[in-house]
């Protein structure tokens, strides 16, 4: 087996237990054990499970910045675009947020933090979608940036894991809320 693909299978074995079970729970035993292959092996590819957690983020990162890049290909209108994102996104790091990413908060500041700017750097990019959707008639002139800080405020408060827990709250649900509120308001229809 080649190089990169030990190296992928060793990923994917971590992944799915770091998904699964978190970050702080999954021992270097435990993913070699998965593989049926010695810890040295896996010490070949990856020099610690930091390493190994920083490289399933990475792929992560290439994933959605993929993904994201065909939704805006493939539409024209600036609400389907932002209502696509959102949904992907909520859709793909829900079972992330469950475990991953709420131990990496605590064990791997660092981490979080790069997890922290991508996200941001993601929601930025819809400033320039609803500026797309005020040119095109779409939405009500606003200000983009305060409706920009307004829903990562609201992400920042709604999705923190300690947040979600005391609520009984799932990741999607509390996105969806806050998407929900952010782009409909509170006010009832009468």
């Known amino acids: 087996m080649s190089k990169d693909l030990t190296r992928e299978r060793i990923l994917d074995a971590a992944m799915g237990r770091m998904l699964k079970f978190g970050y702080r729970k999954v021992t270097m035993d435990e993913i070699a054990q998965d593989l049926v292959m010695s810890k040295n092996?896996?010490?070949?590819?990856?020099?610690?499970?930091?390493?190994?957690?920083e490289a399933i983020f990475g792929r992560l990162e290439k994933e959605i910045n993929h993904e994201?890049?065909?939704?805006?290909?493939?539409?024209?209108?600036?609400?389907?675009?932002?209502?696509?994102?959102i949904f992907f996104l909520q859709q793909r790091?829900?079972?992330?947020?469950?475990?991953f990413l709420g131990d990496i908060k605590s064990?791997?500041?660092d981490l979080w933090t790069?997890?922290?700017?991508?996200?941001?750097?993601?929601?930025?990019?819809?400033?320039?979608?609803?500026?797309?959707?005020?040119?095109?008639?779409?939405?009500?002139?606003?200000?983009?940036?305060?409706a920009v800080r307004m829903y990562m405020g609201a992400i920042d408060q709604v999705l923190n894991p300690e947040f979600l827990e005391k609520e009984r709250i799932s990741f999607a649900d509390a996105l969806e809320g806050v998407l929900d509120i952010w782009s409909i308001g509170i006010r009832s229809k009468k």
């Open 68 to 85: 994201l890049s065909l939704i805006e290909e493939s539409h024209k209108d600036p609400v389907e675009v932002i209502s696509k994102n």
């Open 93 to 99: 790091l829900a079972p992330w947020f469950e475990r």
């Open 114 to 146: 790069r997890f922290l700017n991508f996200r941001n750097e993601k929601i930025f990019e819809i400033k320039a979608l609803i500026e797309e959707g005020i040119k095109k008639r779409k939405f009500r002139k606003i200000n983009s940036a305060l």
């Open 107 to 109: 064990e791997l500041p």
């Open 41 to 53: 092996t896996i010490y070949k590819h990856f020099t610690s499970k930091i390493e190994m957690a």
